[in-house]
Each structure stands twice: as structure tokens, then as C-alpha cells.
């Protein structure tokens, strides 16, 4: 995806869902939504009760699908169908390591596979603990994606540039996600660094909101952008109103993958 981007002059839109949220049936109908709307890939996350990384936009919506009873089994479900209605659309999760460890982690990365995942993202694991991770997922022929935060040093950026597959989760600032006003454009040497040290595609996330962060990110040198809690945002807002917020989300999303083609 990101070579085919790369030919084409443009960056990779990625926007997140938390599965299940607000309920399954909605959940995979915005799904759909954002594929109409242009994304490239999407990242999609399982429902968890202490996401540590995530601001309150994500973490509410977590909230919301557990209180629907909304389960891991129920997440492989919907990827399953996600996968079979697009079957050539990449599809990354995140995850957090409770969910990947509380059973069996080499079954965890076997079943992804088993549903059409391309790449697992475990939110709180570091790099210096991640290989049982990264070895499960090379097993099962899935790509795992390490974040780079923003104070990362050399020799971080160096063990995250070897050690990721498929991409890059750079983090913008430090703290959890949530929708900026002001995107932070401090991270080019991070994306410089990382570009030397022939890692992954790098992409953006926490705090992309609008198509003016698109654009900065893309200066920066991101191959692309990750929007979550903008996304998000929209099933609140738009609560009982289910066309009117498919119609929302689909029409973000155009609007940002648009950005990702003007030039920089």
C-alpha cells in the first residue's frame, strides 16, 4: 500500500475505530463508511478497560462497547467479516497486552492470521520487551508495529527502525491520544532519523484532527496519518442520528484523504 502511495505522489489515510462501539452492527457499518469515504488501511482497536495510552474520546468509546458486552471473540468476528467484504484492504489492530497474553500469546497472533489481519500494534508493551511479541507475530507471518515516541533517543529510534514491520507508529507528542487544534512539528528528526536508518514507512498519529495536520505531517516526512479520536468523536455527537453519522464520518474521511494528495 504504501509503495503504491508513494508512486502515486500521496500519503496513506488511516482512521481508527474502537470495535463494537457504539454496538456490533454499527461498529461494522462505520467501518464501511470509512472505506467509502477513501481510507487506505484501517486501524481498528479491541475494546479494553484500561487503555493507557488512549485520551477520553477512545477511552469512552472502549467504555460503550463493553457495556454491550462486546467481547474478544466478537472482535475477531467482525475483522472476519471486514476481511471477507474487503479483501485486499490492509487491516491493522492495537491492542493491549492483557488481551494478547491472557490466553495463549502464540494462539493470539494465529487466530489474527486466521481472520486477514496484516499488523498488530500492542499498545504498552516497550521495545525492550516485545520480543515474544514480535516472535509470535513473525510466526504467523503478521507484521508488528512498534511506537516511536517523540524524546525517543538514537539508539531507540535505531532498535525501533530494525525491529518494526509495515509501518511506524510515530507519536506526535507525548501523553494519550486525543484530537489537537495544533499539530507539533518537532518530530522531523525522528522521521529523518528513521528514514536513514531504513526503517518501516513512518506515520503519524495522536492529535491528527484536520487537513491542515495532514498536510504538516506529510512535510514532516510521514508517509502517512493515523486519526482516532477525531473519528471517534463523531458516534457521540451524532447519537441516534445512524445516517446522519455514517454520512459524517464517510465525508471526514474523504476530506482527509484529499489532504494527503496536495503536494507539500
Wanted: proline share 6%; with cysteine; net charge negative.
Amino acid at each position: 500500500m504504501f509503495s503504491e502511495l508513494r508512486a502515486r505522489g500521496e500519503g496513506a489515510f488511516v482512521p481508527y475505530l474502537v470495535l463494537g462501539d457504539p454496538d456490533p452492527g454499527l461498529s461494522l457499518d462505520l467501518a464501511r463508511a470509512l472505506i467509502r469515504g477513501g481510507a487506505d488501511a484501517l486501524e481498528l482497536g479491541f475494546p479494553f478497560s484500561d487503555p493507557v495510552a488512549d485520551g477520553p474520546v477512545i477511552q469512552a468509546a472502549a467504555a460503550r462497547a463493553l457495556a454491550r458486552g462486546v467481547t474478544v471473540n466478537d472482535c475477531w468476528g467482525m475483522l472476519g467479516t471486514l476481511r471477507q467484504e474487503f479483501p485486499s484492504l490492509p487491516l491493522g489492530i492495537l491492542v493491549y497486552a492483557n488481551l494478547v497474553f491472557q490466553n495463549d500469546l502464540k494462539g493470539f497472533y494465529r487466530r489474527a492470521a486466521g481472520v486477514g489481519v496484516d499488523s498488530v500494534l500492542v499498545a504498552d508493551v516497550p521495545v525492550l520487551e516485545a520480543d515474544p511479541i514480535r516472535e509470535a507475530a513473525s510466526r504467523a507471518d503478521i507484521a508488528s508495529v512498534l511506537v516511536a515516541p517523540p524524546n525517543a533517543e538514537e539508539d531507540l529510534i535505531r532498535a525501533i527502525a530494525l525491529l518494526s514491520q509495515g509501518y511506524v507508529y510515530v507519536v506526535s507528542r507525548p501523553g494519550v491520544t486525543g484530537a489537537d487544534e495544533r499539530l507539533r512539528t518537532d518530530s522531523e528528526r525522528l522521521f529523518q532519523t528513521l528514514r536513514v536508518m531504513g526503517s518501516a514507512p513512518p506515520v503519524i498519529g495522536f492529535g491528527v484532527s484536520n487537513p491542515e495536520h495532514v498536510g504538516l505531517a506529510r512535510g514532516m516526512g510521514a508517509a502517512g496519518v493515523i486519526s482516532g479520536s477525531a473519528v471517534v468523536a463523531h458516534i457521540p455527537r451524532f447519537r441516534g442520528r445512524r445516517n446522519e453519522l455514517l454520512q459524517a464520518i464517510t465525508e471526514f474521511v474523504r476530506t482527509m484523504k484529499e489532504a494527503t494528495r496536495s503536494q507539500t
